[in-house]
């Protein structure tokens, strides 16, 4: 089955510690997202990747990083900078950067704070 | 800047009865426009798309949605709420200035009485 996958379902990041979730996609998509969703609120996009080895900044990435480094890879350092990154975390892709085309959605990533 | 606007966080509908969840846009060029599904701790799921090739549009589980230039509006119904309906919808835009980088609304929680 083709698909995007995530993992882990839930993570637990400790104070000062760096977490990366997975992201990783078998549709031989060139374009991947992470978005950022916040209970009641819409989704936010923190990084995009339109193509293999680059990656542009959305809206909110401050405290995140990203790698492309395979086309089927996108995976989301978020790091000690980000103040408040609980929140689910959702990757999408699609299968190029034009804007009609539809993003494609995995199954989030929840992240929470001890 | 392109902006979405759901209006009501929570919508209550009876089993049977029509299904309306209000969608506006701003955009300063021809937008292309989604519509999503999201089940508790799940991904999305689109719904139905507009790319310009007819203005009402038809999609997945018997929902449509109509898009009016003039409202800047695209609406989504459907004619009999299920129970299964229950779950949140978001709306979003594409424009072209803005490669395939959505914006989302903030959601509509869709509740479904017996």
């Known amino acids: 089955d083709g698909g995007i996958t995530q993992s882990p379902k839930y993570l637990f990041r400790k104070e000062g510690q760096n977490v990366t979730l997975s992201c990783e996609q078998n549709l031989n998509h060139d374009a991947m997202y992470w978005y950022r969703q916040d209970p009641g609120q819409g989704l936010r996009l923190i990084y995009y990747?339109?193509?293999?080895?680059?990656?542009q900044k959305g809206d909110i990435a401050e405290g995140y990083s990203v790698s492309r480094e395979k086309k089927e890879s996108f995976p989301l350092t978020v790091t000690s900078a980000q103040k408040n990154p609980t929140a689910f975390y959702l990757c999408a892709s699609s299968i190029g950067a034009s804007n009609q085309e539809t993003q494609y959605f995995g199954p989030g990533t929840r992240l929470l704070v001890l | 800047a392109q902006s979405v606007t759901q209006l009501g966080s929570h919508v209550s509908v009876s089993e049977g009865a029509l299904v309306l969840l209000r969608c506006n846009y701003s955009?300063?060029?021809?937008?292309?426009l989604f519509w999503y599904v999201q089940y508790p701790n799940q991904g999305l799921q689109l719904l139905l798309k507009?790319?310009?090739?007819?203005?009402l549009v038809k999609g997945i589980n018997g929902f449509e949605a109509e898009f009016k230039k003039s409202e800047t509006s695209f609406h989504l119904t459907k004619p009999s709420a299920h129970m299964s309906d229950a779950a949140e919808y978001f709306c979003a835009v594409s424009a072209p200035a803005a490669g395939n980088k959505l914006t989302f609304g903030g959601g509509t929680r869709v509740l479904v009485k017996p």
């Open positions: 507009y790319t310009s090739a007819a203005t």
């Open positions: 990747s339109q193509i293999v080895n680059d990656f």
């Open positions: 955009s300063s060029v021809p937008p292309y």
